[in-house]
């Protein structure tokens, strides 16, 4: 699985934080009947919306891994368009293209 640099930082040096912070999502995840994949796609627009980069780069993998579709995924980010805008919506796209293309670990 991919890890960017910065986040792996982070667990060398503050493994009790993230921890925690990984259980709380797994508890989250657990909470309702939504499916891993639908899940993800549903994180996938909310990072577009905030406009987090490493948030849409990390859920359109993690939605690629549960196997949503390219297509899937791409259509979550333009059903953000009418809400967040167009260019928003274009930056998140950009983002999830980079993040479909293979990286080596």
Known sequence: ???????KTF???????????QKAGMLCSKAGPISEKNQHLIQLGIAVG???????RSHARRAKDSGATDQEIMQAVLLAAPIVGFPAMMASYGWVRESLTPHKD
């Open 1 to 7: 699985m991919y890890l960017p640099d910065i986040f």
């Open 11 to 21: 667990l060398e040096n503050h493994g009790e934080i993230a921890e925690a912070y």
């Open 50 to 56: 905030l406009g987090s980069k490493g948030g849409v």
